[in-house]
């Protein structure tokens, strides 16, 4: 046995060089808490590189989730309807408001909502008499859902849509960039995200005085009075100036972390793209994915070796990887919610979480890294 090698993580913060002079500005002004310039100027770099009306920057992704909930005015016992595979952040505000969650199942194509099940799914509601508030959709690993198509169908019925774009920020779809399409827009700058502010997220829209209701909601809804006025609820959720200086500088490098990510996923993709069994996630017509992390399915009964067998030697080799998320909808805190399939009797999402993985992704990993984790699968598949 060789001594053991420096850990290869799933996906690891890679900071751009500016970072530090973003803080250091706020250190001489002081500017330190809790807003000031930094934030200011990442809401506005944030909203131009998107090419949307407005931002407002928060502590995280959940957060934004939670204040377009809020303001959509869903509450207990409303109806939400949110894409079932996905990271738990994505429903858990649904929880926060006292609504019900209703899953809708993926589609091959996109891997994301499909369209034909929404549509089942809002035609049913719609006769029972009750539509769901809002529809939650997610781009699951930087690649688009058909935002067009679920758009149209939701306008049919009249309702507003939350488009979760954590992991995909800085992908396009349709000429647009990612989280653009929805009502409202939600990025995350949590650790392992393409870019990153340790911790953090943003709401976008082209509604800028929904962006400062979120503000105000976002800073204890505090009445503009000398004294400390309150009529409604609210909550302590504003990125810090600090943070903010971290966001603006990793911002200057984004389009260089999504070109890096989609080298990862071509030099995995050369190797083994064409090995039996082997199914990399697609990319939509139309659409170009920052391929926030590399995800494959891996049909055992083909290649001879699970996505299981295949973490479990990249683990024992001191290597991330990870199968892919969960779907809501077989997760014991969402046991009652109802779902959607793709199609009667075929869960697509189930079939992705039964054969799914996501390798190592990071944009600071080098060709020697890769070789490694390349290496390992490689032998398996053979
Ligand atoms: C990371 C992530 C979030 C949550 O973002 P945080 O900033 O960690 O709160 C939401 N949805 C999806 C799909 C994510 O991957």
Same mark, same amino acid.
């Given at each position: 046995?060789?001594?053991?090698?420096?850990?290869?993580?799933?996906?690891?913060?890679?900071?751009?060089?500016?970072?530090?002079?973003?803080?250091?500005?706020?250190?001489?002004? %002081?500017?330190?808490?809790?807003?000031? %310039?930094? *934030?200011?100027?990442?809401?506005?770099?944030?909203?131009?590189?998107?090419?949307?009306?407005?931002?407002?920057?928060?502590?995280?992704?959940?957060?934004?989730?939670?204040?377009?909930?809020?303001? @959509? &005015?869903?509450?207990?016992?409303?109806?939400?309807?949110?894409?079932?595979?996905? /990271?738990?952040?994505?429903?858990?505000?649904? @929880?926060?408001?006292?609504?019900?969650?209703?899953?809708?199942?993926?589609?091959?194509?996109?891997?994301?909502?499909?369209?034909?099940?929404?549509?089942?799914?809002?035609?049913?509601?719609? &006769?029972?008499?009750?539509?769901?508030?809002?529809?939650?959709?997610?781009?699951?690993?930087?690649?688009?859902?058909?935002?067009?198509?679920?758009?149209?169908?939701?306008?049919?019925? =009249?309702?507003?849509?939350?488009?979760?774009?954590?992991?995909?920020?800085?992908?396009?779809?349709?000429? !647009?960039?990612?989280?653009?399409? =929805?009502?409202?827009?939600?990025?995350?700058?949590?650790?392992?995200?393409?870019?990153?502010?340790?911790?953090?997220?943003?709401?976008?829209?082209?509604?800028?005085?929904?962006?400062?209701?979120?503000?105000?909601?976002?800073?204890?809804? !505090?009445?503009?009075? @000398?004294? +400390?006025?309150? $009529?409604?609820?609210? +909550?302590?959720?504003?990125?810090?100036?600090?943070?903010?200086?971290?966001?603006?500088?990793? @911002?200057?490098?984004?389009?260089?972390?999504?070109?890096?990510?989609?080298? *990862?996923?071509?030099? +995995?993709?050369?190797?083994?793209?064409?090995?039996?069994?082997?199914? /990399?996630?697609?990319?939509?017509?139309? $659409?170009?994915? %920052? !391929?926030?992390?590399?995800?494959?399915?891996?049909?055992?009964?083909?290649?001879?070796?699970?996505?299981?067998?295949?973490?479990?030697?990249?683990?024992?080799?001191?290597?991330?990887?990870?199968?892919?998320?969960?779907?809501?909808?077989?997760?014991?805190?969402?046991?009652?919610?109802?779902?959607?399939?793709?199609?009667? =009797?075929?869960?697509?999402?189930?079939?992705?979480?039964?054969?799914?993985?996501?390798?190592?992704?990071?944009?600071?990993?080098?060709?020697?890294?890769?070789? !490694?984790?390349?290496?390992?699968?490689?032998?398996?598949?053979?």
């Amino acid at each position: 046995m060789s001594k053991q090698q420096d850990r290869i993580f799933l996906s690891a913060p890679h900071m751009g060089g500016n970072e530090q002079g973003y803080i250091q500005e706020a250190f001489e002004r %002081n500017w330190i808490a809790p807003l000031g %310039n930094n *934030v200011n100027a990442f809401e506005e770099a944030l909203a131009a590189y998107n090419g949307v009306a407005g931002a407002s920057v928060l502590s995280s992704g959940t957060a934004a989730i939670h204040l377009a909930l809020r303001q @959509l &005015d869903v509450g207990e016992g409303d109806v939400v309807f949110c894409s079932s595979l996905t /990271f738990v952040a994505t429903a858990n505000p649904i @929880l926060y408001q006292g609504a019900r969650p209703v899953f809708i199942d993926s589609e091959p194509a996109t891997w994301n909502m499909s369209p034909g099940a929404l549509e089942r799914a809002l035609g049913e509601a719609s &006769d029972a008499g009750v539509l769901p508030k809002t529809v939650i959709i997610v781009n699951l690993y930087g690649q688009s859902a058909r935002m067009d198509r679920l758009m149209e169908i939701c306008r049919a019925y =009249g309702v507003p849509v939350i488009e979760d774009a954590a992991e995909s920020l800085g992908s396009e779809y349709l000429g !647009r960039k990612s989280g653009t399409f =929805g009502d409202f827009g939600v990025y995350s700058f949590n650790g392992n995200k393409i870019i990153t502010t340790s911790g953090g997220g943003a709401l976008v829209s082209g509604d800028v005085g929904a962006l400062e209701r979120t503000r105000f909601l976002a800073t204890q809804a !505090r009445e503009p009075a @000398l004294h +400390y006025e309150h $009529s409604e609820v609210g +909550y302590n959720y504003r990125m810090s100036n600090i943070v903010a200086g971290v966001g603006r500088g990793q @911002l200057d490098v984004l389009d260089e972390r999504v070109a890096q990510r989609r080298g *990862v996923f071509e030099r +995995y993709y050369d190797a083994f793209g064409d090995m039996p069994g082997v199914a /990399f996630m697609p990319e939509l017509e139309g $659409s170009k994915s %920052n !391929r926030w992390l590399t995800a494959l399915t891996v049909d055992p009964e083909k290649a001879g070796v699970s996505h299981l067998d295949i973490i479990e030697a990249l683990s024992a080799e001191n290597i991330e990887a990870r199968p892919v998320w969960k779907p809501m909808h077989l997760q014991p805190l969402f046991e009652d919610a109802a779902y959607y399939e793709h199609e009667d =009797g075929w869960s697509v999402s189930d079939e992705l979480f039964r054969y799914g993985l996501c390798l190592p992704s990071s944009s600071s990993m080098t060709e020697g890294e890769q070789s !490694r984790v390349i290496g390992v699968v490689e032998r398996l598949l053979r």
